[in-house]
C-alpha cells in the first residue's frame, strides 16, 4: 500500500525547509577558515607547539560557531513540525501552530502558537534566497491550515 498523495499544491511529508544556500556558505567558509588557519600554524616556523595547538583549537572553535549557525532546520511530517534552532530543538502537533508569520522585514518565519506564545523558526529565513524563504513559508502554512491549525479536526 503506498502512502496517500498530498493534495495539491503541497508538498509530500516528511518535508525538511533549511537554508541551503546560507548552509552551503558557512559550512564553506568554515572550511576554508579551518584549513587556512591550520596551513598557516604549520608554516610559521618560529611557532612552538603549544602556539600550533592553539592556532587550530582556534580554527577548529571558528569552525564550530559557523556548523552552529548552519543548524536550523524545520521538519514537518504527519504528527506535526520539529523546529530545530541554534541550540534548541522543540517539537510541535499540528494544533499547537495558529499561524505561519513571514512578514516583510522578518529575519525568519515566526510561529504563532495555540499557548499565545509566537516561536521563531530558524530554518525558513530569507537572508540568501528569498523567494525560497516566501515558498517554504507558504507551503508550511499550508501544510498547517490542512493539518488544522489550532482548531478541532473532530
Known amino acids: 500500500m503506498s502512502a496517500p498523495t498530498p493534495p495539491p499544491g503541497l508538498p509530500a511529508l516528511p518535508v525538511t525547509f533549511r537554508p541551503t544556500r546560507t548552509r552551503v556558505v558557512l559550512l564553506t567558509v568554515g572550511a576554508a577558515m579551518f584549513a587556512v588557519i591550520t596551513v598557516v600554524a604549520f608554516t610559521l616556523e618560529q611557532l612552538s607547539g603549544g602556539e600550533r595547538v592553539s592556532f587550530v583549537f582556534t580554527a577548529l572553535l571558528f569552525f564550530g560557531v559557523l556548523a552552529l549557525l548552519s543548524r536550523p532546520k524545520v521538519v514537518a511530517d504527519e504528527e506535526g513540525v520539529t523546529v530545530v534552532n541554534l541550540t534548541r530543538t522543540r ?47 507558504r507551503a508550511l502554512r499550508a501544510l498547517a491550515e490542512n493539518h488544522g491549525t489550532g482548531a478541532d479536526n473532530g
Not at 501552530?97 to 521563531?120: A, E, K
Not at 523558526?121 to 530569507?126: C, E, K, N, R, S
Open 91 to 137: 517539537r510541535l502537533s499540528w494544533a499547537q501552530i495558529v499561524r505561519v508569520n513571514l512578514r516583510v522585514g522578518d529575519p525568519w518565519v515566526f510561529l504563532d502558537l495555540s499557548d499565545g506564545t509566537s516561536m521563531p523558526a530558524l530554518g525558513i529565513q530569507p537572508g540568501i534566497a528569498k523567494q525560497r524563504a516566501i515558498q517554504d513559508a
